[in-house]
């Protein structure tokens, strides 16, 4: 059964940082690019980054400069590292994988991970 399965999120207080991890199960995720998105109540689901297969990541402007995605093959992971953590921040967090590239459909989801940045 393919899975994308995250963890890592919580509650953080403004300023910190936390780690999502995302890991594959059912195939192997290096031929895949892996997009990481978020969702607040009431709002649109957000793109916030993405990850190709070749390494090659962009990041939308609203976290660029505080995280950073990452992927590890020989895991069967990607990481989104998230520093300088704002209250705006909390939302369920959602990894995505896709075989044609960073773009705006993906085959694959994982079942959401709640961040909360709150004092």
């Known amino acids: 059964q393919v899975q994308l399965v995250e963890s890592g999120g919580g509650l953080v207080q403004p300023g910190g940082s936390m780690r999502l991890s995302c890991a594959g199960s059912?195939?192997?995720?290096?031929?895949?690019?892996l997009g990481w998105f978020r969702q607040a109540p009431g709002k649109e689901r957000e793109g916030l980054s993405c990850?190709?297969?070749?390494?090659?990541?962009i990041y939308a402007d609203s976290v660029k400069g505080r995280f950073t995605i990452s992927r590890d093959n020989a895991k069967n992971t990607v990481y989104l590292q998230m520093n300088s953590l704002k209250p705006e921040d909390t939302a369920v967090y959602y990894c995505a994988a896709d075989l044609g590239g960073c773009g705006a459909t993906y085959d694959y989801w994982g079942q959401g991970t709640q961040v909360t940045v709150s004092s």
């Open positions: 059912g195939f192997t995720l290096d031929a895949y690019a």
């Open positions: 990850i190709a297969s070749d390494d090659f990541a």
